[in-house]
């Protein structure tokens, strides 16, 4: 579904901001402050070190990094990365990330930086040209995985016990087969996404269904369970999902394109992703991105290119609070939260009286 979407985003980019705006906000106090970045990329990866840090990996090769909270960002693309589509970055600190690229064949590739940028080190080219890698996530400072669209009828997953500095290929024997036409959506790197030490869950779309594979061993085993998320179309299903624990999880999708609409767009697992129970009230659009707020039991954030939701009460209800247009949202352990999407838009989240 990363190839769908890659060949799909120049054509709907302009037309998803025609969607309907969302209903006024319930919680008037939230909004996106805005962080000019002096960039027209569009930036799917986002990764959130703290309020004042923050990494964003994007069109065009695209990468920067703040550390005065957005005030200024430094440019610190890989060289000669400008052919690429970097769709996410994980950050383990203000000097320290990992990004990737997504693409047919070789154009799917992971780089890496120890230095803020500086220099960067090939860590993974994809040589198969069956392969197309779309999200990653780790599990701590060395231990990660990314995923692959099904490759003979199994989605493929890397693993990494280094930092992300080399990758290998994990056996599929323990990966259950995809539906026909199901895949990933590299919409926001949230489409693998991981708590604690082992566990991992997989977000799904285009099959018969949408669904939420997981592993409780850092991806050699999965588990799917259907989600309530529309599917059935190549542009439908789950597109990111977010764990504030091992059992807690949201799940948001919907129909990416414009002017299709999006029933049933979130939904929330209160048993490790095993079962999914439809929101009240969901988001009234697609929604491509979403994060737990830190240190919260109930309360997380959507967002998506026509607008932005949050919940109280742990995804039961959404309601609107934007109408801006964002692809990824991360929030970090002191409670920073931050947005990015199309012509360079990058956002903290922020009350009124702070």
């Known amino acids: 579904m990363g190839r769908g979407l890659a060949a799909l985003a120049a054509a709907v980019c302009g037309l998803l901001l025609q969607a309907p705006a969302q209903a006024a906000a319930p919680h008037p106090s939230w909004s996106w402050e805005a962080r000019p970045t002096g960039t027209d990329a569009r930036f799917r990866g986002l990764a959130a070190v703290s309020r004042s840090t923050a990494w964003a990996a994007g069109t065009k090769g695209t990468v920067l990094l703040t550390r005065d909270g957005g005030r200024s960002w430094r440019t610190v693309s890989p ?9 996410d970055v994980k950050a383990f600190d203000a000097r320290h990330a990992v990004v990737l690229a997504i693409g047919e064949g070789e154009a799917s590739r992971i780089l890496r930086t120890d230095d803020a940028g500086r220099t960067w080190t090939e860590a993974f080219r994809n040589t198969d040209p069956k392969a197309f890698y779309d999200c990653m996530t780790f599990f701590d400072h060395r231990h990660g995985i990314a995923l692959g669209d099904p490759v003979d009828g199994r989605f493929r997953v890397l693993g990494t016990g280094d930092g992300g500095r080399s990758w290998h290929v994990l056996p599929s024997a323990g990966m259950p087969p995809a539906l026909p036409g199901e895949a990933a959506f590299a919409a926001s790197g949230q489409c693998v996404v991981s708590s604690g030490r082992h566990d991992a869950w997989i977000a799904t779309g285009g099959g018969a269904v949408s669904r939420v594979l997981h592993s409780t061993d850092r991806g050699r085993t999965w588990t799917a369970s259907a989600t309530p998320v529309p599917a059935g ?5 789950v597109f ?3 764990f504030r624990d091992r059992t807690h999880g949201l799940a948001v999708g919907g129909d990416y394109r414009a002017g299709q609409p999006s029933p049933h767009a979130a939904a929330a697992s209160g048993d490790g992703g095993t079962t ?3 929101a009240a009230l969901p988001p009234a659009a697609y929604r491509s991105g ?3 707020l830190p240190h919260s039991r109930t309360t997380a954030v ?7 939701d949050l919940t109280t009460d742990g995804g039961r209800n959404w309601h609107g609070f934007d109408t801006g247009s964002y692809d990824t949202v991360a929030c970090a352990p002191d409670g920073g939260c931050w947005a990015a999407g199309e012509k360079g838009r990058i956002a903290r989240l922020g009350r009124s009286g702070r």
């Open 240 to 242: 990111a999902l977010a």
């Open 290 to 292: 979403v994060a737990w």
């Open 276 to 278: 999914w129970a439809t």
């Open 233 to 237: 179309d190549p542009a439908r299903g």
């Open 302 to 308: 959507a967002v998506g290119p026509t607008g932005s």
């Open 79 to 87: 060289p000669g990365a400008g052919g690429l589509e970097f769709r």
